[in-house]
């Protein structure tokens, strides 16, 4: 007879475990915070303490949300930072809730820690004592909010880096009161990193600076600072190397643009079910909870090219099943703990869309380069494009100007297109 399964992915023990226990009370930090109440509201104390653990391709990451989900953070622990086994691949959300959060704040390295990670629960061992988190639900803004930041991150390029005491300098010299109505620009200079409410060449945008406080408790640790951003700057990332584990921290451009509401992910799920299904099924088929996801190797073993296998990636990255590492430059497989088919839901501009070409409202005018009209609310709309840049003629564009996710109309043109094809 067939023995059970084993109850656990991971299993180890953590050779540095005061840094460990550092870096997930980081998470924690992160993940109890608001920087951001919309006006005439008033924030709800919701407990959102509970982080997704993924262990696949030898990596344990522990990644989560801001309240407000202005604020994304993920924690990479190596393989060279714990002696254990990895027998099982998988992901679980659990909740840091008052036991654990004092667990961490007591741990030693003469402690010792002892880690396992299941679908059900992640359980710290250290000193004799133990805590046990059990798995909870997701919040529903976390879940948009998750295929939202990897759609950021897939577009950051390298802006700069720093040692470790130049960033320790750089957070000590930013301002204490809130920065949110004032953007500062981070940049490197002759002597090290400074902050200026001027743009410069190679200047990373940042509002309210407190999202980043959570740093400085960990980069007396750190080898050094790493920082990535996107051509239109949307957003950022801070990664913090340690060797043997990095951490990541993920802002949005403002802090009342949390991810969850942005919409970047759109094009990516219009696309699942508009695009080559074959090729899409293939590189689905070909995830095996990799660290790092080659897009050469898959192309050659789905008979694609890399830039068709980097477009269906993006494909699944909005649908749950591949997060982003800048660190690397590459997907890494994940399994997000909700249902696909909730995203329409969440969504509404996609199923607006969707029925804007259920109902043959889009009259394609021209396919290279994209202009189209549409007929919707009793208006008709006009999509075009200019340099790979669609435009559209409705409210929703003149507003945000594509900031903010393409509107409905140029989700549907676009679909159209691809049918087209």
């Not at 993924?54 to 949300?65: A, K």
């Not at 002759?190 to 600076?209: F, N, W």
């Not at 913090?240 to 094009?267: C, I, N, P």
């Amino acid at each position: 007879m067939a023995g059970n399964p084993h109850p656990h992915f991971f299993e180890g023990r953590l050779l540095q475990p005061r840094l460990v226990a550092e870096l997930l009370t980081a998470v924690q930090l992160i993940v109890g915070s608001r920087f951001f109440t919309p006006p005439n509201s008033v924030a709800r104390a919701i407990a959102l303490a509970d982080p997704v653990v993924t262990c696949g391709g030898q990596v344990l990451r522990f990644e989560g949300f801001s309240s407000c989900c202005s604020a994304y953070i993920r924690v990479d622990l190596l393989p060279a930072s714990y002696d254990g086994e990895v027998v099982g691949k998988g992901t679980t959300n659990v909740d840091f809730n008052a036991p654990m959060r004092a667990a961490l704040a007591r741990l030693r390295d003469a402690d010792g820690l002892q880690l396992a990670v299941g679908r059900d629960a992640v359980q710290l061992r250290s000193a004799g004592a133990e805590v046990v988190e059990r798995k909870v639900a997701l919040p529903t803004r976390w879940l948009r909010g998750m295929v939202e930041v990897q759609s950021y991150q897939a577009s950051m390029q390298p802006c700069f880096g720093a040692t470790a005491v130049e960033a320790l300098r750089l957070l000590r010299s930013l301002p204490k009161a809130s920065t949110r109505r004032t953007p500062l620009w981070i940049a490197r200079t002759g002597g090290g990193l400074a902050a200026s409410t001027r743009q410069t060449p190679g200047a990373v945008r940042l509002t309210e600076t407190a999202r980043l406080r959570v740093l400085g408790l960990l980069l007396p640790r750190a080898k050094g600072l790493q920082v990535h951003a996107d051509a239109q700057q949307q957003a950022c990332t801070w990664v913090l190397d340690f060797g043997s584990a990095r951490l990541s921290l993920v802002l949005s451009s403002e802090v009342w643009r949390g991810f969850s509401g942005e919409g970047q992910a759109l094009t990516a799920l219009m696309q699942a079910s508009t695009g080559n299904a074959a090729e899409l099924a293939c590189v689905r088929a070909s995830l095996n909870w990799q660290a790092a996801i080659d897009a050469a190797a898959l192309a050659a073993g789905c008979n694609s090219s890399v830039d068709r296998v980097t477009d269906a990636l993006r494909v699944l990255g909005a649908s749950g099943l591949v997060g982003f590492d800048v660190s690397e430059g590459a997907y890494f497989h994940r399994v997000l703990p909700f249902d696909l088919s909730l995203m329409e839901d969440l969504h509404p501009r996609l199923a607006e869309a969707r029925q804007l070409l259920e109902e043959g409202a889009v009259t394609l005018v021209s396919t290279q380069p994209l202009a189209a009209t549409i007929a919707s609310g009793g208006v008709w709309h006009r999509v075009w494009e200019v340099d790979e840049q669609l435009h559209c003629t409705c409210p929703w564009f003149a507003r945000h100007q594509g900031q903010r996710g393409p509107c409905k109309h140029v989700l549907a043109a676009s679909a159209l297109r691809t049918l087209d094809h």
